[in-house]
């Protein structure tokens, strides 16, 4: 099982590091990353693995938005088997 987890807003030091941190604590393997910064805006994107978390998913997304908050950004995380229904044709 795997998550989309997205970050985005003001550009400041410790972003990519606090997020990768806490899915490390949850045991969330970070499989790939993708960021930008245009200006002074963050856009970051991560596929994880969720397959061993040690916490509920719904936990597990209310540490990351809980880090989104801390810190004045945009964070969401998607389920992989929403995004797939979202996205199925």
Do not use: W, Y
Request: charged share 20%.
């Amino acid at each position: 099982m795997r998550a989309v987890v997205t970050v985005i807003g003001k550009d400041m030091v410790g972003i990519l590091s606090k997020v990768s941190g806490t899915c490390a604590d949850c045991n969330a393997n970070v499989i790939e990353v993708t960021q930008s910064v245009l200006q002074d805006l963050f856009a970051m994107i991560m596929l994880v693995d969720i397959s061993s978390l040690r916490l509920p998913f719904d936990q597990f997304a209310a540490k990351i938005d809980g880090i989104g908050q801390e810190m004045g950004l945009s964070t969401h995380v998607m389920h992989e088997d929403i995004f797939n229904s979202m996205h199925r044709i």
